[in-house]
């Protein structure tokens, strides 16, 4: 079965740093999400993207964030400088078609672990 | 107010037992409905989707009123590996998608 990739599994940042997390949605989904849950917490949303561009975003997804999808098949969340309030599971999700076309759930990847230290 | 509303339980259920959880959902507008499954420090599964006329899966049951704007989630003869958190999701279809989270139910099943 296609599942929704991530990596790194766990990634440790200085605070203050740049990273990337990256992602590899199912290959014939066209919606793709980024979530993140701090550990003890619900699962936040923070952006959803659509034919290479932003559809939503929420107010966590400040000017620190960014996504990206280089190549038609990574999809990619950029944290500029680092705090460390943004440690916390990050989870790419993606899905096939819009919620009109009926249910269509997302599939999550596996997460990556952010540590900012 | 919140758009999806789960008690936050925990549930604690011995082995056999039927336990089920409700989740309420304010936007009238919802499309889509699901049960995720999340053990500790993993990501959410699809458990089941929700349809109207309610729908079943092996020892699950899930249920919509719409009226009402309630999902329900029904687990008989309870497994200790059913021991995780269940998210109620629910689908929104404007702004292309948008999924709203409650923050989960814990269920702890004892041996």
């Known amino acids: 079965e296609p599942e929704v990739t991530q990596t790194p599994s766990h990634q440790v940042t200085q605070m203050g740093q740049e990273v990337i997390l990256r992602c590899v949605p199912i290959?014939?989904?066209?919606?793709f999400y980024w979530y993140r849950q701090i550990l003890g917490q619900k699962v936040e949303f923070l952006v959803s993207f659509y034919n290479n561009e932003i559809s939503e975003k929420s107010e966590i997804f400040d000017d620190q964030f960014s996504v990206e999808r280089p190549d038609g098949s990574n999809f990619t969340l950029k944290i500029r400088s680092t705090k460390l309030e943004d440690s916390a599971m990050y989870f790419c999700?993606?899905?096939?078609?819009?919620?009109?076309?009926?249910?269509?759930?997302?599939?999550f990847g596996d997460g990556t672990r952010l540590s900012i230290l | 107010r919140k758009e999806v509303e789960q008690d936050p339980g925990p549930f604690n259920v011995p082995e056999g037992a039927t336990v089920a959880f409700n989740c309420t959902y304010s936007?009238?507008?919802?499309?889509?409905f699901f049960w995720y499954r999340q053990d500790c420090r993993k990501e959410p599964k699809l458990l089941m989707s929700v349809y109207s006329s309610g729908n079943e899966d092996g020892r699950f049951t899930a249920q919509l009123n719409r009226a009402s704007q309630y999902i329900s989630l029904l687990i008989r003869d309870s497994k200790l590996s059913d021991s995780a958190t269940y998210l109620c999701?629910?689908?929104?279809?404007?702004?292309?998608?948008?999924?709203?989270f409650g923050s989960g139910t814990k269920l702890n099943v004892k041996p």
């Open positions: 936007n009238s507008a919802s499309q889509s």
């Open positions: 999701v629910v689908g929104v279809p404007y702004n292309f998608n948008k999924f709203y």
């Open positions: 999700a993606s899905s096939p078609r819009a919620i009109i076309d009926g249910n269509q759930p997302q599939h």
């Open positions: 290959s014939n989904h066209l919606y």
